[in-house]
């Protein structure tokens, strides 16, 4: 069977269980931490896939302060040897929760510390994209100084690069292709 499909399942039953309780704020911010402490660290990746270490995982996660049914949900996926699928997921949890709230998620990436105009713009893509779906956009936004200019947004799987970088990259493209004509 897909993995994909597998943690899909596990995810819309952790769901089900957080809208039964009433928690799912808590659970899905544990979540986006369990998913960050596994994009950070490649020695936790390893850990989860090797079954002589779940044990020692399920111990650890016992002494930390989390929600019963995020507990749970590790000991389900533990006991059914799918702690490995345990970041596709918690990815497909946080992306039922966020949908079933309306809610849709973006990343907005400028080239320094949002100032007075920064802060217009992200309020006029919020406002805009709001207005576009119906939905409430979660708006994160990230420093790159490697985008020289403009911005980057990244909207569920949609990216407008805007970015003094990119359009660099298009005029260098467009000049190597008409001097390869020439020569």
Same mark, same amino acid.
């Given at each position: 069977?897909?993995?994909?499909?597998?943690?899909?399942?596990?995810?819309t %039953?952790l769901?089900k269980?957080?809208? /039964?309780?009433?928690?799912?704020?808590?659970?899905?911010?544990?979540?986006?931490?369990?998913? =960050?402490a596994? %994009? @950070?660290?490649?020695? *936790?990746r390893?850990?989860?896939?090797? !079954?002589?270490?779940?044990?020692?995982?399920?111990?650890? %996660?016992k #002494? $930390? #302060?989390i929600? !019963?049914?995020?507990? &749970?949900?590790?000991e389900?996926l533990?006991?059914n040897?799918?702690?490995?699928?345990?970041a *596709? %997921? $918690?990815?497909?949890?946080?992306?039922?929760?966020?949908? @079933?709230r309306?809610?849709? &998620?973006g990343? *907005?990436v400028?080239p320094? /510390? !949002? #100032?007075?105009?920064? +802060?217009?713009l /992200?309020?006029?893509?919020?406002? *805009?994209?709001?207005?576009?779906?119906?939905?409430?956009l979660?708006?994160?936004?990230v420093?790159? !100084? +490697?985008i020289?200019?403009?911005?980057?947004?990244e909207?569920e799987?949609? $990216?407008? =690069?805007?970015s003094? @970088?990119?359009?660099?990259?298009?005029?260098?493209?467009?000049f190597?292709e008409?001097?390869?004509?020439?020569?």
């Open positions: 069977m897909n993995t994909g499909i597998i943690a899909s399942r596990y995810a %039953a769901l269980l957080v809208d /039964e309780n009433g928690s799912g704020e808590i659970v899905v911010a544990q979540a986006r931490m369990i998913l =960050d596994l %994009a @950070s660290s490649s020695e *936790l390893r850990a989860v896939t090797d !079954p002589l270490k779940t044990s020692v995982i399920l111990s650890k %996660a #002494d $930390l #302060d929600a !019963p049914e995020m507990r &749970r949900f590790l389900i533990a006991r040897g799918r702690l490995g699928d345990i *596709l %997921a $918690l990815k497909s949890f946080e992306d039922q929760y966020y949908q @079933s309306g809610i849709i &998620r990343t *907005l400028l320094s /510390e !949002p #100032d007075g105009d920064s +802060s217009a /992200e309020a006029r893509i919020k406002t *805009l994209i709001e207005e576009k779906t119906g939905m409430t979660l708006l994160s936004t420093v790159d !100084p +490697s020289i200019g403009g911005f980057v947004l909207v799987d949609k $990216l407008l =690069d805007a003094v @970088s990119r359009q660099l990259e298009i005029i260098r493209r467009q190597v008409k001097n390869r004509r020439i020569v």
